[in-house]
């Protein structure tokens, strides 16, 4: 398996524009996780799904922020309008348990810039 | 709030040392799980240790869980320069969003440099 795909691996964008990150989790794993790593914040968890289905999205930071799984082999993390403190590296994240009782496998992250 | 908090923030060492890092974390946990990240790539897990295990060990890997004192420790042993990297520790707890739901929690990191 290819393991978890990000794209685009770099973003550069400008304040107020949209930005879409992509994710195709490892197949098979039912549960998908966006993380946003900062210097100051660390990693943090924003949302994660379970076979599609949004569970916990108490993590994104606000309305700004939307993410979608249509399907099992796709998820989108939009941020509409972006701004600069949004720069961060995203990660995506995939795992066949319940998130939390066995490994993760993380991408490569996508690296935002927000001018 | 993080739940893990690792120690040290960063540590440099000599290949051939070996290289002891701690985390802690605040409430009742599943299971610890350790990770290592490289420069500019995503996290790659590297062990993970149930509630009800005290001692782990895979490869030149050793992690403790001391689950009275809400603490862990992963020892690397005999360090490689290819070893430089950031570890973290993630703690597995319930979230709220139902029953047998978990979620990580990941620690800001320890900063490993292991210098030739």
């Known amino acids: 398996d290819a393991g978890v795909i990000q794209s685009p691996r770099h973003e550069v964008t400008e304040m107020g524009q949209e930005v879409t990150l992509r994710c195709k989790p490892i197949?098979?794993?039912?549960?998908l996780f966006w993380y946003r790593q900062t210097m100051m914040r660390g990693l943090e968890l924003l949302i994660y799904f379970n076979n599609n289905v949004p569970i916990d999205d108490s993590g994104m930071p606000e309305d700004r922020f939307s993410a979608k799984m249509p399907n099992a082999s796709f998820s989108t993390l939009k941020i509409q309008p972006s701004e600069p403190r949004d720069s961060a590296v995203y990660f995506c994240?995939?795992?066949?348990?319940?998130?939390?009782?066995?490994?993760?496998?993380f991408g490569p992250g996508t690296r935002l810039t927000v001018l | 709030s993080q739940q893990g908090e690792e120690d040290p923030q960063a540590l440099s060492i000599q290949e051939g040392e070996n290289a002891t890092m701690n985390c802690s974390y605040k409430t009742s946990i599943n299971n610890l799980q350790w990770y290592r990240q490289n420069s500019g790539r995503g996290l790659v897990h590297l062990i993970l240790i149930r509630s009800n295990e005290r001692e782990k060990h895979s490869g030149r890997l050793r992690v403790t869980l001391d689950t009275s004192k809400k603490s862990s420790s992963l020892l690397i042993t005999a360090s490689r320069a290819a070893d430089t990297a950031s570890y973290f520790c993630a703690t597995a707890q319930p979230t709220y969003s139902g029953a047998g739901s978990y979620q990580l929690t990941f620690g800001k990191g320890t900063k490993l440099s292991v210098i030739p």
């Open positions: 994240a995939s795992s066949y348990l319940a998130g939390g009782l066995n490994e993760q496998f």
């Open positions: 197949s098979g794993h039912d549960y």
